[in-house]
C-alpha cells in the first residue's frame, strides 16, 4: 500500500469510488469502533491520525492516535493485550473506520474489563447512579501498568 491516502475529489470519488480517502478531523483524527470479531461486541472507540492508520493497515494490529497523552500508542505494546485485525471497515463518507479485532488476552479496556463500555446509564427520571454490567476484570492493572498514573483521568 501506498504512504499516502488518495486526495478526495468528488462525493462521488469518496462515497463510490474504490480510493482510500479518509476524512481526518480538524485535529487530524478519524473516529475508530473497535468490536469483537466473533461475537460483535463494542470493545472500544479510539480515534486514529493518518500514521495509526496507516500502521494499522501495515502491521494488521490496532495502533490509535491518543488524544490524552499525543502519542501514537500500539494497542496491547505495555499489557500484552494486542489487537489482532480480522477486518477493517470504513463507513460510506470516510470519517469513520470500524475494526474488527481478535483481542490476545481477553481483553481491550486499561480499567481491566473485557471492554470499555463495562457500565450502563439508568433511563428514567430520578436515575443517576450508573449500573455495572461487568463485575470481574480481565486483569489487574496495577500489575500490568504498575504505578503509572492514568493519563486518561481528568
Known sequence: MANEFAARTSVEQVEEGAE????????G????VTTDAVSGELLMVGYMNPEALRKTIET??????SRSRQVLWHKGATSGLVQRVTELMIDDDQDCVWLKVDVAGGASCHVGYRTCFYRRIPLGYGA????F???TKVFDPQVVYGDVPN???L
Open 128 to 131: 443517576q447512579a450508573l449500573e
Open 29 to 32: 483524527l478519524i473516529a475508530a
Open 151 to 153: 493519563p486518561t483521568k
Open 60 to 65: 494488521g494490529e490496532a495502533h490509535y492516535w
Open 20 to 27: 482510500l480517502a479518509p476524512k481526518f478531523d480538524a485535529d
Open 133 to 135: 454490567t461487568e463485575t
